[in-house]
């Protein structure tokens, strides 16, 4: 995938999708073929650390015990020492406030099975768990403003029911360049994860959040959905000839 043919992608995406009062972030839909769900060895579960970032930092809730606690403050959004858990056990409604608040949950190493026990259950299903391929599972020595630096730069690939791949990986405010270099960073490390590489490459999609999806290919972008306007002049003239025929029967 060439980084030419990426960039005229994003400047469709910018030209053809509706303006809105908020930041817009970039999502990037990858389609995958030929890949058997039902084979462990088949699934993708990845994280990478992007060159640029998504151009917003993550919220990041940390679990651990006292000797992580002073050098934690100010790093992390939100701590819960080990004395605290017990206020979780069984809280399913607290549970999953705290998971739709919190993009990364990060835990002491040694609390692993106490953090599992208590959070798991609601954590879990929602993909929230702290994982070692992310680097969240952490040991009582570790650095934390290097994990939430490399956390800010971190998108999570993982195929679930279906074969297709979601993420983030920018935003509105970003250089053009700068999600050109994203895009084409994860193109060539996912072909390098897949067991027949691009061939299982259904189709890259790239769309703003409220925007038309486009398709990224070698001859160029492809609109795969009308932009809004015209959606909405198509559907007004299907009204008003709805209209016209309603009038004409009463006639």
Request: aromatic fraction near 6%; charged fraction near 30%.
């Amino acid at each position: 995938m060439e980084k030419q043919t990426i960039l005229e992608t994003v400047k469709k995406v910018r030209e053809i999708s509706p303006k809105r009062k908020f930041n817009q972030s970039f999502d990037l839909i990858i389609n995958l073929t030929n890949i058997d769900l039902k084979k462990q060895e088949q699934k993708v579960d990845l994280y990478y650390t992007l060159p640029h970032g998504k151009g917003k930092n993550p919220k990041i809730c940390a679990l651990i015990d006292n000797e992580l606690s002073s050098q934690a403050k100010g790093v992390f959004d939100k701590i819960i020492l080990k004395e605290e858990f017990s206020s979780y056990t069984n809280k399913k409604p607290i549970l999953r406030r705290l998971s739709e608040d919190y993009d990364f949950f990060i835990a002491q190493a040694n609390l692993m099975g106490q953090i599992a026990s208590t959070f798991g259950k609601v954590l879990g299903p929602r993909g929230k768990m702290p994982s070692p391929k992310a680097g969240c599972v952490i040991p009582p020595s570790a650095n934390l403003q290097a994990v939430k630096e490399k956390l800010q730069k971190a998108i999570h690939l993982e195929t679930k029911n279906e074969p297709v791949l979601k993420a983030s990986i920018g935003n509105e405010l970003m250089k053009d360049e700068e999600l050109v270099d994203n895009i084409h960073f994860i193109y060539n490390q996912l072909i390098h994860s897949l067991p027949q590489e691009k061939n299982n490459i259904k189709s890259f999609i790239l769309k703003l959040s409220m925007g038309p999806a486009v398709k990224i290919t070698d001859k160029g972008p492809v609109v795969k959905e009308k932009p809004l306007k015209e959606k909405k002049v198509k559907q007004k003239k299907e009204k008003e000839l709805v209209q016209e025929k309603k009038v004409k029967a009463k006639k």
